[in-house]
T-cell receptor, first 117, second 109 residues
């Protein structure tokens, strides 16, 4: 079964509003979570690395004031798209790193589809 | 429930051929993706299958059988740089991605 969940699955909003997406690790604690964007049939583009208890690390070209990340606990990271515009419409996917087993594994969430009108 | 199964780890020799299998049980089907992920990097898109059959793209091919809930990724003429994790993901009826745990492919000289 799923070990990483995202909420909501779908979001449709008006331009200028803010949207919060939650990413939860269900069966393990994740000190590190990742946020990606994906356009149709394209590779996942890493936006930022979310670290529990510290500031997120953003990839070049990603505006940290527009995409606010909060990793409040070991099982929850949130991505807030502030003042969303139509060009922010995309498929947002999170993943969580599980370092508890013998092999470090990265589990991906089901994605959140954002449509900004 | 929804489930994607793929082997945890596979080993192959440089220059050889390897097939990575993926079986799935999902609520609806809107396509199957294969991604390659090198350690510490974001997954890169390899293929997308929505109809039955084989899709060939250079050294990589992907096959889908919707009736069997089965796909495979075929890598030919293996190179050392092909050492990576290969992720299978199915898009369900709600257009949500259901991910496999990934197959770590180790290439030996």
């Amino acid at each position: 079964g799923a070990v990483v969940s995202q909420h909501p699955s779908w979001v449709i909003c008006k331009s200028g509003t803010s949207v919060k997406i939650e990413c939860r690790s269900l069966d393990f604690q994740a000190t590190t979570m990742f946020w990606y964007r994906q356009f149709p049939k394209q590779s996942l583009m890493l936006m930022a690395t979310s670290n529990e208890g510290s500031k997120a690390t953003y990839e070049q070209g990603v505006e940290k004031d527009k995409f606010l990340i909060n990793h409040a606990s070991l099982t929850l990271s949130t991505l807030t798209v502030t003042s969303a515009h139509p060009e922010d419409s995309s498929f947002y996917i999170c993943s969580a790193r599980d370092q508890t087993g013998e092999r470090e594994t990265q589990y991906f969430g089901p994605g959140t589809r954002l449509l900004v009108l | 429930g929804q489930n994607i199964d793929q082997p945890t780890e596979m080993t192959a020799t440089e220059g050889a051929i390897v097939q990575i299998n993926c079986t799935y049980q999902t609520s609806g089907f809107n396509g199957l993706f294969w991604y390659q992920q090198h350690a510490g990097e974001a997954p890169t898109f390899l293929s997308y299958n929505v109809l039955d059959g084989l899709e060939e793209k250079g050294r990589f091919s992907s096959f889908l059988s919707r009736s069997k809930g089965y796909s495979y990724l075929l890598l030919k003429e293996l190179q050392m740089k092909d050492s990576a994790s290969y992720l299978c993901a199915v898009m369900d009826s709600n257009y949500q991605l259901i991910w496999g745990a990934g197959t770590k492919l180790i290439i030996k000289p």
